[in-house]
């Protein structure tokens, strides 16, 4: 095709517009309100000038026969069907030549099947953009962004479509997408350490559960009907990968991260599978010499996962330092009492205790043992430590701070737990949010392309895939 055309159907329409919006502009002197008015203009002539290229190159290629034969089918022009697309330089109306089959049947849009659009009324750049848009602010927020920044202005109704579309395609190609985005990552070269970790957060679902606390009760007014909350937890991975540490017993250096998401579901099935699976493809790579590490907070049902799969056998594992401060507090907290000196001076002993020598866990209980053997306690108080005992008991053989530190190795869980909120809490616990199961899912899964730098690479994979590999009829 000659682009000539193209260049004079954008030239003309340029000049047009741009002509048209600069007559009644006082240029005789600059002003902040000239250069923005002439800004606008050039905004506008721009978006004129890309639709009227764009619709000229097309139409470049479109079928002029009175008949085609497709896949054994004679279809015969029927009309010149309009049809609006939104594009990236605007709304395009668009006259496609129009087949069908003498018997009926659907018919047949040479020109929107050259250019991948069957059935589509948004280019792929545009759904590109609201795709990764949608994954970081609200539809209506990201109308209002586009609104600002970008030629072409969705509604958000169209957005959600996109969302949902999207959504639905990306629950039928499943793990094979995932996987052949998997085999074109290499591992960072310098990594000396795999960290793998799991943790939930709490996310506010569309559905019915029981409410918690008191009814709001008010003087003299009748009690209202309240509509039941229900939280559940949604659950993420983190793979991170360490290199060597710049000093001794500092912690290295993060290279990067690859994360799983997943809606809450009854024992987290598939957020494991999926977790296992992304650890399967990183071990085939991995050197034999790189430490591999599990290492999560004191949530019991983690560490019985941890035990009883297989995966797990040969990996180091630790609970989160922070989250064994956590407990060390509270134990000072139920000797000594919030906030005393005694409590302070107990806490910062037993810390270092932790941090730099082997047997550290072994001394908190031995002090925790000792002041429950030899003081008298009130109820509460003595569930208080017998809750922090129990806690550095079931967990002191995952608490040998001092040699992970020597061996260069992370002892704090902040890449998962920075993941729960930038990830799930960030997007999903805004003020007022209720999110149905998929409309969760669909946000988290586009949410950890992006967060695990992979959102290039399933561009790639949606530019291959969505045409050849999924019918919307299904």
């Not at 609104?147 to 999207?166: G, M, N, R, W």
């Not at 704090?412 to 737990?417: A, D, I, L």
């Amino acid at each position: 095709m000659d682009i000539a055309p193209v260049l004079e159907a954008a030239t003309q329409e340029f000049k047009q517009k741009l002509s048209h919006q600069c007559k009644d502009l006082d240029l005789d002197r600059l002003t902040p309100e000239l250069a923005e008015q002439l800004s606008r203009g050039l905004k506008q002539a721009l978006s004129a000038a890309g639709v009227a290229g764009f619709r000229t190159f097309l139409q470049g290629y479109e079928e002029e026969a009175p008949t085609l034969a497709i896949d054994g089918d004679l279809y015969r022009w029927k009309v010149a069907s309009p049809k609006r697309f939104l594009t990236p330089f605007g709304e395009m109306v668009l006259e496609r030549n129009l087949y069908q089959r003498d018997y009926g049947g659907p018919a047949y849009v040479p020109l929107d099947r050259h250019w991948g659009m069957e059935g589509e009324f948004a280019t792929v750049d545009v759904r590109e953009s609201v795709l990764f848009s949608c994954a970081l602010v609200t539809p209506d927020e990201t109308v209002q962004l586009l609104q600002k920044s970008a030629l072409f202005h969705p509604s958000a109704t169209a957005l959600q479509h996109i969302l949902e579309e999207t959504g639905v395609w990306l629950e039928y190609e499943g793990e094979d997408l995932n996987a052949a985005i998997r085999q074109k990552e290499s591992i960072p070269e310098e990594t000396q350490v795999l960290v793998t970790s799991l943790d939930g957060v709490h996310v506010r679902l569309d559905e019915e559960g029981v409410k918690q606390g008191r009814p709001v009760e008010r003087p003299g007014q009748p009690t209202e009907a309240e509509t039941p909350t229900c939280f559940k937890r949604a659950m993420v991975g983190s793979l991170s990968f360490y290199g060597a540490p710049l000093e001794a017993q500092t912690t290295p250096p993060r290279l990067t991260a690859r994360y799983v998401a997943q809606m809450p579901e009854e024992k987290a099935v598939t957020l494991k599978t999926r977790f296992e699976t992304e650890i399967r493809q990183v071990q085939a790579a991995l050197s034999p010499s790189v430490k591999k590490v599990l290492l999560c907070d004191g949530e019991r049902s983690l560490w019985t996962y941890a035990e009883e799969t297989p995966l797990f056998a040969d990996y180091l594992v630790l609970v989160d330092f922070y989250h064994t401060c956590e407990h060390l507090a509270g134990a000072a907290e139920a000797l000594w009492g919030a906030g005393s000196p005694k409590a302070n001076q107990w806490y910062e002993e037993y810390r270092h205790q932790l941090l730099h020598e082997e047997q550290g866990a072994h001394h908190v209980l031995r002090s925790i043992n000792y002041y429950l053997r030899t003081r008298r306690w009130s109820k509460v108080r003595r569930e208080a430590m017998d809750c922090q005992r129990t806690f550095f008991q079931r967990n002191k053989g995952r608490m040998n701070y001092a040699a992970f530190r020597q061996q260069g190795v992370p002892i704090g869980s902040g890449p998962v737990e920075a993941a729960c909120k930038t990830l799930v809490k960030t997007r999903l616990c805004r003020s007022g949010m209720r999110w149905s199961w998929p409309g969760g899912q669909r946000v988290l899964q586009l949410r950890t392309y992006i967060k695990s730098d992979r959102w290039n690479a399933f561009w790639e994979q949606y530019k291959q895939r969505w045409p050849a590999h999924y019918e919307k009829a299904a």
